[in-house]
């Protein structure tokens, strides 16, 4: 394989920033370069000292005056919900009912399946998110196809089947026997394979029968290698209703906490509504909340206090929750996670927004070693912005005068206009994708037309 050296202004983090003047959290090279090798980053620093490593003849990709960074990384976020971004006027349980669980029953079809699976990949490349982990539908079928695209584009991916026997549609139930049957088959196939990792997906209490809680605690007593993926204290609705449903539980955290699904590898959708005691339960557990700023306040829900997380010493990370989130954007989604946490006095500096997106979440995954940062050994997945890709951040930029100025421009006012390239495992897939886009585009035309 040719090596590749990535040439551009290189940021990447190897601490989280304490505060906007922390310049001992990153590096940074004005005119950087990362060497690519097999698909791994080789090498990293300064242009003039890589390109003389790497030797005469090293294929190179200029991309200054742009920004280098690691892939961005999303760690919530489901992928049967691509086509139902911008469903208007409901909260949370109604949304799901009138939207989600209508949308979802598509996905029974393997063809619709593979459709939406590569366009919502390819999406996320274009956005700059090289990895993320996203809960697939009821059917296996869904993780077939999601798991296959993700294949077939090398990219670190983790998601799962969602189970779910009650208060759904019968179209969208399993039961506790095939949900345990069915996600043990798909962990067996997908699981380490290339660069797939299997969530358990319990998809909330609400949908899940005390039995199928049970086969849950089974399957991650038996895997526990692999993710688990839930939701929680999203709403007050949702609350009142999942803790009537376990009327023994403590609180709304205590339901998963005595099925032993709270473990270092569990993602936890949204916790909004925690008091001190629940968020001291994650803490012990290593249990990572999940904090979706886009969708929190798309359906109404409430807003994450990350200072009493890292308070009680929780972890965090920061996601998109697309369909309710309405970006594929980690830029938009920091974005109005800024607004969220500014609202309640808290401060996100710009450097922490970077950090979060990058090294942080691949932290909240334990992928750090792999993914995150441009450490040498570290998988080549890296993103290319630029600060002056939108005429009104060409203007913007002309007065500023940091790196962190720049970064929040980004942050601000950026888009996936801003991402000039997307690499997994050092090959260049925006360009690729937008080729991919356009060729499906122009297939369903022509069978339109027929």
């Not at 960074?69 to 999303?74: A, E, F, M, S, T």
């Not at 979060?356 to 080549?380: K, P």
Request: one cysteine or more; glycine letters at 8%; a negative charge.
């Amino acid at each position: 394989m040719t090596d590749l050296l990535i040439r551009g202004r290189v940021l990447t983090f190897v601490e989280e920033p304490k505060g906007i003047d922390d310049t001992t959290s990153y590096r940074y090279f004005e005119d950087g370069a990362v060497l690519v090798r097999g698909g791994k980053v080789a090498d990293i620093g300064d242009h003039a000292d890589v390109a003389r490593r790497a030797g005469a003849g090293v294929k190179v990709a200029d991309h200054r005056p742009h920004l280098v960074l690691p892939g961005l990384i999303d760690t919530h976020l489901h992928f049967p919900q691509t086509q139902a971004i911008a469903s208007y006027g409901a909260q949370l349980l109604e949304w799901l009912n009138t939207y989600i669980f209508v949308e979802e029953q598509k996905f029974r079809k393997p063809e619709h399946a593979d459709f939406i699976a590569g366009r919502f990949l390819d999406e996320l490349l274009a956005n700059g998110t090289t990895t993320a982990a996203a809960y697939c539908s009821v059917h296996p079928e869904s993780v077939d196809a999601y798991f296959g695209a993700a294949e077939a584009r090398g990219m670190l991916m983790i998601g799962g089947k969602v189970m779910m026997d009650r208060n759904a549609p019968d179209a969208l139930r399993d039961t506790a026997q095939q949900g345990y049957d069915e996600t043990k088959a798909l962990i067996a196939k997908w699981h380490g394979r290339g660069r797939a990792h299997y969530a358990i997906s319990p998809r909330f209490a609400i949908t899940s029968t005390p039995e199928q809680m049970e086969a849950s605690r089974t399957l991650v007593a038996e895997h526990p290698e692999c993710y688990v993926q839930t939701h929680l204290s999203e709403n007050r609705d949702e609350i009142a209703f999942a803790t009537s449903l376990y009327p023994e539980a403590k609180d709304y955290t205590d339901i998963y906490a005595r099925y032993d699904l709270l473990t270092r590898k569990t993602l936890l959708g949204h916790c909004i509504y925690l008091s001190d005691r629940e968020i001291s339960v994650l803490a012990e557990t290593g249990a990572v909340g999940n904090f979706c700023p886009t969708s929190n306040l798309f359906l109404g829900s409430g807003l994450f206090d990350r200072d009493r997380f890292d308070k009680l010493g929780a972890r965090w990370s920061v996601a998109t929750d697309v369909g309710a989130g309405t970006s594929f954007s980690m830029l938009e989604t920091m974005d109005e996670a800024y607004k969220v946490l500014h609202l309640q006095g808290q401060r996100l500096t710009p450097f922490n927004s970077f950090y979060r997106m990058t090294l942080g979440n691949a932290r909240a995954l334990d992928l750090d070693d792999r993914i995150g940062s441009l450490h040498v050994g570290a998988d080549a997945d890296i993103v290319v912005l630029d600060s002056r890709a939108k005429p009104s951040m060409d203007l913007r930029m002309r007065v500023a005068g940091s790196l962190v100025e720049e970064l929040f421009i980004l942050q601000t006012m950026g888009d996936d206009r801003c991402v000039a390239e997307t690499y997994v495992a050092g090959k260049p897939m925006k360009g690729a994708a937008r080729a991919a886009k356009d060729a499906a585009t122009s297939a369903v035309k022509s069978l339109e037309t027929a």
